[in-house]
């Protein structure tokens, strides 16, 4: 009992989460995945225990010469193209079912949330509420939503395996994806078209969350940024408006409105740093305030020559941006 229990959660963790479906449209997908894994192993053993028992039959020790030539056999050859072709024609219809059931039609439904992937992060928008942020995609659990899914610059691709499909984000097209949540959690996913230097520093972090946690949420999302609190704060968000920062990052209620860059208006809820690169603390934005580029090589943002008292001050501002 107890090493059977311990042999599937040994499996559960070690089972990548494609396994652990968390919306239908992610269930459906993996039984397909489950459909091929299982008629492709059978295949793959079926080969197998032919290719030993033939070798072992007509050794050359047992039967020195020529094995006996039969020049075709419709006895064999119509099985071995009819199953195969079968079995293939079962595995299209049945992907074609699960295509049209986890992607119907739009019928006019407008998007729940706008997803916009640039080098190298993600903007989210919800236009019901017009909240706009970054790279922390929440949703309510229990609801089916539209997620239209855009690019900004090259073709990027959006893929949170437990939560369902995957879909390109191509440049000038609104492509869209339908997702049932569930169980609430934090499901992971990542970029998934090479999209240039960082794409491998593009991850995906989705909180799903119950209806109320998450309506308390989009109301504080919506909300400007909160006024410094101290001295120090007061000055950073004075060298945030006195530099460039403002023409890259929004920063609601300061009259930055860039949006070359994540939106900074509530930096500090967030729990991860440049699309999951690292934990959002101050250390960690005083690594990448002094120098981006050697956190995030190649990242659109440039390096500023500022005083260690200005990145602190910068850094306490952000880290009040709740
Ligand atoms: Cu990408």
Request: aromatic residues 2%.
């Given at each position: 009992m107890l090493s059977e229990c311990m042999l599937s959660m040994l499996l559960d963790s070690w089972l990548p989460p494609l396994f652990h479906p968390a919306s239908p449209e992610a269930g459906q997908i993996g039984n397909i995945g489950n459909g091929f894994l299982i008629g492709a192993t059978a295949m793959a053993l079926l080969v197998i225990v032919l290719t030993i028992r033939v070798t072992r039959r007509y050794r050359h020790s047992k039967?020195?010469?020529?094995?006996s030539q039969a020049p075709g056999s419709r006895r064999l050859e119509i099985p071995m193209i009819g199953v195969p072709l079968l079995i293939v024609t079962a595995f299209f219809f049945w992907s074609m079912r699960t295509m049209n059931s986890v992607l119907?039609?739009?019928?006019?439904h407008a998007a729940d949330v706008i997803i916009t992937g640039h080098q190298w992060y993600w903007e989210v928008a919800y236009p019901g509420s017009g909240v706009v942020t970054a790279n922390e995609i929440h949703l309510p659990a229990g609801r089916r939503q539209l997620l239209q899914l855009n690019s900004a610059d090259v073709i990027h691709d959006w893929w949170v395996p437990a939560l369902g499909g995957k879909m390109d984000m191509i440049p000038g097209r609104n492509n869209h994806l339908w997702v049932t949540t569930r169980d609430t959690g934090v499901y992971e996913g990542a970029c998934?078209?090479?999209?240039?230097?960082q794409h491998a520093w593009m991850r995906i972090q989705v909180v799903v969350q119950p209806a109320v946690e998450f309506s308390r949420w989009l109301a504080a999302q919506l909300e400007p940024a909160g006024s410094p609190r101290d001295e120090r704060a007061d000055k950073g968000r004075s060298i945030f408006l006195a530099h460039t920062c403002t023409n890259c990052h929004r920063v609601k209620g300061?009259?930055?409105?860039?949006?070359?860059?994540?939106?900074?208006?509530?930096?500090?809820?967030?729990?991860?740093?440049l699309a999951g690169r690292m934990t959002n603390d101050s250390a960690n934005l005083f690594r990448w305030l002094a120098d981006p580029q050697k956190v995030?090589?190649?990242?659109l943002m440039p390096k500023f020559i500022l005083p260690q008292d200005s990145i602190k001050a910068l850094v306490a501002w952000l880290a009040h941006l709740e």
């Open positions: 039967n020195p010469g020529e094995p119907p039609d739009r019928g006019g998934s078209e090479f999209c240039g230097q300061t009259g930055a409105n860039g949006a070359t860059g994540p939106d900074l208006t509530h930096l500090a809820s967030r729990s991860m740093l995030k090589e190649g990242a």
